[in-house]
């Protein structure tokens, strides 16, 4: 069983910057995939960004620029960086990965931008 605990989210104004954080519980971080993704009201969940093991990552257009993602696998966490948000990035935010065949999801941060 893998646990995944976001943190981070809150109100910011546009323009601004946060910090969400996702762990991951045990040691298998180091070997997964992780990515972020949100979901705002009245829309589909979307893929906002991915980071492998290896440490490649990859972005949404829509946040190319704005977000960069990271790990500690240290502190069995990976990191979404968001600057210069905009009011459209106004979602719950949740992290995923998967593992043994299995998909694991957090239970999601709220990031509200205010204009």
């Known amino acids: 069983q893998v646990q995944l605990v976001e943190s981070g989210g809150g109100l910011v104004q546009a323009g601004g910057s946060l910090r969400l954080s996702c762990t991951v519980s045990?040691?298998?971080?180091?070997?997964?995939?992780v990515g972020w993704f949100r979901q705002a009201p009245g829309k589909q969940r979307e893929w906002v960004a991915g980071i492998a093991s290896g440490g490649s990552t990859g972005y949404a257009d829509s946040v190319e620029g704005r977000f960069t993602i990271s790990r500690d696998n240290g502190k069995n966490t990976v990191y979404l960086q968001m600057n210069s948000v905009k009011p459209e990035d106004t979602a719950n935010y949740y992290c995923k990965t998967s593992w043994a065949g299995s998909d694991y999801w957090g239970q999601g941060t709220q990031v509200t931008v205010s204009s």
């Open positions: 045990g040691w298998i971080l180091r070997v997964i995939d």
